[in-house]
């Protein structure tokens, strides 16, 4: 079943602009993961944020998540075109049931120069 | 780049042929996991092992079946592949808890 919905599901900006987006989820998780996914192939991992955290920073991205909301988002600073790719949230329940991250369908960001 | 890979890259096949999607990786990691993804749609958990010797079926139902002979290998195996396995099919690999995952390329299949 889905666990991580993104949204939105796509997002065109400028090059140099910042892009926001936001990650809901149901259950309760052990830690929330963002990947990009380009062009139809394998996930590269961007950031890993655990339950009792709030706040992460990795280079020009920013990411935060409300475990009382159940929601999570990711902030990318100054885009480039080359950051132009699917990302997509992923959920760590920490056991019970299948073991394996769940993942969201993806919001597809284009960055135009 | 990665330390996982796929092989192959493409493959296009006729219905009801036997196939083995390969998947290697040298991290050491016990952890593996098999997901299979629609164009732009979710990933979805279809078999995961913790080591040698171990495999789960994932949330996904899967006609497929995997084994686990040895750390660095996870193959994936069709019987008989019907056109409803069309699909990409990706591997990854994690150190363990609260780490994240090392993906393959991923292999794009085409059942005709």
């Known amino acids: 079943s889905q666990q991580g919905e993104e949204d939105p599901q796509a997002l065109s900006i400028q090059e140099g602009e910042n892009a926001t987006m936001n990650c809901s989820y149901k259950t309760s998780i052990n830690n929330l993961q963002w990947y990009r996914q380009n062009s139809g192939r394998g996930l590269v991992h961007l950031i890993l944020i655990r339950s009792n955290e709030r706040e992460k920073h990795s280079g020009r991205l920013r990411v935060t998540l409300d475990t009382s909301k159940k929601s999570s988002s990711l902030l990318i600073t100054a885009s480039r075109a080359a950051d132009t790719a699917s990302y997509f949230c992923?959920?760590?329940?920490?056991?019970?049931?299948?073991?394996?991250?769940?993942f969201g369908k993806g919001t597809h960001l284009i960055i135009q120069p | 780049e990665a330390d996982i890979y796929q092989t192959p890259r493409y493959l296009v096949i006729g219905t009801g042929k036997k196939i083995t999607l390969e998947c290697s990786q040298t991290m050491g990691h016990d952890k593996m996991y098999w997901y299979q993804q629609d164009p732009g749609m979710e990933l979805h958990l279809i078999h995961y092992s913790y080591g040698v010797n171990s495999t789960e079926k994932g949330d996904l139902s899967s006609e497929s079946t995997v084994s686990r002979i040895r750390t660095e290998h996870f193959p994936l195996t069709l019987e008989s592949a019907r056109p409803s396995h069309t699909s990409q099919y990706l591997c990854a690999s994690s150190e363990g808890d609260n780490y994240g995952y090392t993906f393959g390329s991923g292999t794009r299949l085409t059942v005709v």
């Open positions: 992923a959920t760590d329940s920490g056991g019970g049931g299948a073991d394996g991250l769940t």
